[in-house]
């Protein structure tokens, strides 16, 4: 997990569940760059800007923390969409497990639902509910 400050707003970055959908880099390229390093720059918008973009991220990989500590407010009730190539992605109060027993406490997470994926219960895109 690595952090990124900046006036305003601290945004973390999670790799061991991103899976690249790319909302953070259609919805504010200023700010997400992959191309760059670092790659993510939030002082390159507002902290309310960010933060929206931020909660588009599916997989939960990115975080926020505003200034005075104001986090994303989960999702309630809980709702969770199959997608039409079948992952599973979900929003509320997400208290996850994975193969190896390690829990994280998220408001997204985007798991598989064919029951290939390599690294259970996230989606990884291995298996067929990842292809597409």
């Known amino acids: 997990m690595r952090t990124y400050e ?11 569940v991103c899976r690249h ?3 953070c880099v259609r919805g504010l390229p200023a700010v997400f760059d992959t191309g760059r390093r670092p790659w993510i720059h939030p002082d390159a918008a ?17 975080s926020y923390r505003l200034a005075g500590g104001a986090t994303e407010v989960p999702d ?3 709702a969770v969409t199959r997608t039409p190539d079948g992952r599973l992605l979900l929003r509320g109060w997400l208290r996850v497990t994975d193969a190896a027993g390690e829990v994280r406490e998220t408001p997204r997470a985007m798991l598989c639902g064919c029951g290939r994926s390599a690294g259970q219960p ?8 990842g292809e597409g």
Do not use: H, K, N, Q
């Open 76 to 78: 309630r009730p809980t």
């Open 6 to 16: 900046a006036e305003g707003i601290a945004v973390a970055f999670d790799p061991a």
């Open 46 to 62: 507002e902290p309310e800007v960010v933060a929206e973009v931020v909660r588009r991220c599916p997989t939960g990989a990115l």
């Open 122 to 129: 996230y989606c990884d895109r291995s298996g067929v509910c």
């Open 21 to 23: 959908a790319a909302e």
